[in-house]
């Protein structure tokens, strides 16, 4: 059973953040609008945000297997981005890296059942919906 360190857990949530920054717009046209780290960094998003993030990666990485999975295919950071990626359907994430077929599936069904997650703003700080 794989423990995960402190610096391995900062850096996934610290993926996972500028993640959500990178694949997320501001809908400010009909376009869509600017990627939100066009203009936002992880220090704009609230203590409540930031909360939740932390809670849903700890859970994510706490699953049955998820962590040995995790740490048999690479590195903490990419898995963070991957988390994001996945549970919100973007067309890639840990399915796409060719991990052996039993760690694609694990993560991918495991972070499929965190749904999907959105970044709004609201007086210039970002917040998560769901």
């Known amino acids: 059973m794989y423990f995960v360190t402190t610096l391995d857990f900062e850096m996934f949530v610290s993926a996972y953040l ?4 990178w ?27 930031l909360r939740s993030a932390r809670r849903d990666c700890r859970g994510f990485i706490g699953l049955p297997g998820v962590a040995d999975a995790l740490a048999s295919v690479g590195d903490w950071g990419r898995h963070g981005h991957d ?23 694990l993560l991918t069904d495991a972070a499929h059942s965190y749904g999907s997650e959105y970044i709004y703003v609201s007086r210039k700080r970002l917040h998560f919906g769901g």
């Open 83 to 105: 988390f994001w990626l996945t549970r919100n359907g973007h067309g890639a994430g840990f399915w796409d890296r060719g991990y052996p077929a039993e760690v694609d599936k």
């Open 18 to 21: 500028e993640c959500a920054l």
């Open 23 to 49: 694949s997320s717009t501001d809908e400010s046209d009909d376009s869509g609008g600017n990627p939100l780290d066009d203009n936002y960094f992880v220090e704009d998003f609230t203590r409540n945000a």
